[in-house]
């Protein structure tokens, strides 16, 4: 759940009820209603359809454009959540992450991450302490004795049959010597394995569609907002015609993330569970920083305590992140000192490389969903999960769950541990399991050079090989379903952009639940990540998912409009406007 980005309902147009809305109003009822359809809402709701529980899923923006679409775009075992004492979390999320790797290889993959290190024992005193009491002790940069003693641990945890190799160390020489660009004042490296997660809102689309796959018992909409709680069940308003409804359930879970107590209140209950802490990212086209990292994470912990990464993605370099308060009464931005903040940092790893704000391409700015935490340090807020339970007294016999905390790496095992709860309730058992279960596009993704060759040889016949390629990258074995729809013809490209086709941009428009402009541009894609919007192929893109969704010619208008704000309000890429689209 994210707040809402000015997307409203058109004036001069009679608007569209769509058919996954109709069919809830229909049959307005369900053993669980979810709100939020973040990764953790979703991976509820996948994991509940697969029960079989007749479950409804609503969210009041786009599917994964809050929180979980902020992330770092890391799976990683938490290996600075050692020093917490969070041992029980560190071996869930490492598992999880070695499990990821293995049924999500389509979007999660061996992330190789350095360590630049500028001395021996720094931190060896404060730690401690601040393992004892998470609240006191200036922050300090870890030393090379402190880093050493923690991979040598999360090597431990992470051991499962080699799914990433173990750590190493290696001395200023050689770091420089694979590194070069790095700051020469260094005296070690440590280099260990997570993992990445190249499309966060792609994975969290494929778990949704699995849900919806299991069959008419799980229903789900996007930009349909719960708005109150009464004796008819969770009242919700449609977002595009306004319309409002209730939906009866046996159990309502509350999966809106760092929006949580807003989302309580809301349904008439006052919570203060949540203190979620913002966290900012800048996207760099920047070729030279991008050669100097090597193709690996540069990740460590400044010396006011954030954790800093430098990150090669999709040819661009992501840079991040802070750990600042928040009040989720505003939307989350990233500023301009944040900015300035990264610069720091890219100066203080890589000295010899120089960054301004002529090479920022994409911003983009959200709130962890952690516990209220009073006096604790931001980052030694636990970044475990925990489940609040209510009776609802509005309607007899129904209880409410609100999900407080969770994080992408851990959100299968979540999902379960939350869903057993709500099994539970609903006086149901578990028939299936979703550990080692494949998602979505990595069902039977080819993960050998030699499986993957067959795979491209017996999709190429059609679209040729190389966009074979190309989609079995962006969509995994999703991309059989494109491919069965384009071959035998030849693909329309757009005049601005060759990444994506006109037939790809209709089918992703037809087939994934796009409302607006902004669900395309933003969660459909990486057009904007990347930096390859321009005011003309907006136009176009407009263009092509009206043709799908039926929009006017004033309709694309006003979504090439509303776009064009939210991309320059919320992520500082600022288009002109083109030729109006026809």
Known sequence: MSPTTSMTTRPNHAPRTRPEVSALRARPTAEVVIIGGGINGIATFRDLALQGVDVVLVERDDFVSGAS??????IHGGIRYLENGEFRLVQESVQERNGLL????HYVKPLRTTVPIFSTFSGILSAPLRFLTHKQGAPTERGAALIKAGLTMYDA?????????RHRFLGAKK?????????????????????????PERLALDVLFDGLAAGPHARAANHLEAVGFGANGVRVRDAVTGDEFDLAA???????????????AQLGRETRFMGGTKGSHIVLDHPELLEATGGREIFFEHEDGRIVLIYPLKGRVMVGTTDLEHDMREPAVCTEAEVDYFFDLV???????????????YRFSGVRPLPRHDDTQPGFVSRDYRIERADVAERPGTTMLSLVGG???TFRALAEHLADEVLELVGRSRVRSTKGLPIGGGAGYPTTDDARLVWIAGHGDGVGRARAEALLERYGTRSEALIREVEGGPETPFAVHEGYSREEVAWLARNERVVHLADLVLRRTSLAFTGALTPLLLDELAEVVGDELGWDAAERRAEVEATRRLLADRHGVVLEAASPVE
């Open 69 to 74: 679409s902020a992330s770092s775009h890391m």
């Open 102 to 105: 293995r049924i999500a290889p």
């Open 157 to 165: 945890f992470s051991r499962d049959g080699g799914s990433v190799p």
């Open 175 to 199: 770091s420089l010597a694979e590194l070069p660009a790095l700051n020469p004042g260094l005296k070690y490296t440590a280099t260990y394995y997570d993992a990445s997660m190249h499309d």
């Open 250 to 264: 046996d159990v309502v879970v509350n999966t809106s993330g760092p929006w949580t107590d807003l989302t309580n």
């Open 347 to 361: 100066a203080h790893v890589f000295p010899g490389i120089r960054v301004d704000r002529s090479q920022i391409v």
């Open 407 to 409: 994080k992408w790496t």
